[in-house]
């Protein structure tokens, strides 16, 4: 079956950096995204990737290892607007999106 | 701006009820999703569309129709809800072919409780 693992939940200072992973089992590879959403409202679009390496937007990163079936999002000058969830999701090989269940995200001042 | 707009934020209903949650998108995209979103657990398709009065379904369709009528609208329908149902209900649209990276842009969700 196909499977998106995310942690749960994460804590973090105000002002720290901190990464969350996500790795994916998929029939076929088409792109990940990431996106935040804050408590009762949408998820919004954060990034996506389809080649390794890193894509760096501000403060907010993503890396892709597609031979490892992994991903991270680097949040670096956390703040506390940054405590949400965010979601990781894998377009599969039949272009169908994938999702994890989402990490939730407390900063602490 | 995408503007993904869901007609109820919150609505409760009882057993039985048939239940209509709208959905409107005003970027012309061709794609529109409806989403169910449980605590633990990853968004789950529920039906999606690539155009006008076309439909197919997701990972979770049982229970559940949607219509297209239009464009710009895509509706999910309860016929007889039950509370098993009792979820956010999350649309979306992306604008494109889904062999692409199309953003998806969210609604604000719906909240369903039935009681």
């Known amino acids: 079956g196909q499977n998106i693992d995310q942690p749960t939940e994460m804590t973090a200072t105000e002002g720290a950096i901190v990464q969350i992973n996500c790795t994916y089992q998929t029939s076929g590879f088409n792109g990940l995204f990431w996106y935040q959403q804050h408590a009762g409202e949408a998820p919004t679009f954060l990034s996506y990737?389809?080649l390794d390496g890193l894509e760096e937007k501000g403060r907010f990163s993503s890396f892709l290892s597609r031979s490892k079936g992994y991903s991270y999002l680097l949040l670096k000058e956390l703040q506390m607007k940054d405590s949400a969830s965010y979601l990781c999701a894998v377009r599969d090989g039949n272009y169908q999106l994938i999702w994890g269940a989402g990490t939730k995200l407390i900063i602490k001042p | 701006d995408v503007k993904v707009t869901q007609s109820s934020r919150y609505l409760v209903k009882r057993t039985g009820e048939k239940v209509f949650l709208e959905c409107v998108q005003d970027m012309d995209h061709e794609n529109m999703f409806w989403y169910r979103q449980d605590p633990g657990l990853g968004l789950r398709l529920i039906y999606f569309s690539y155009d006008v009065k076309m439909k197919e379904k997701g990972d979770i369709p049982e229970g559940y129709s949607v219509s297209r009528e239009k464009k710009e609208r895509f509706s999910l329908i309860l016929e007889s809800a039950s509370t098993n149902q009792t979820s956010m209900y999350l649309c979306?649209?992306?604008?494109?072919?889904?062999?692409?990276?199309?953003?998806?842009?969210f609604g604000e969700g719906s909240w369903l409780t039935v009681v």
């Open positions: 979306a649209s992306s604008l494109g072919p889904p062999d692409s990276g199309n953003t998806i842009y």
């Open positions: 990737n389809v």
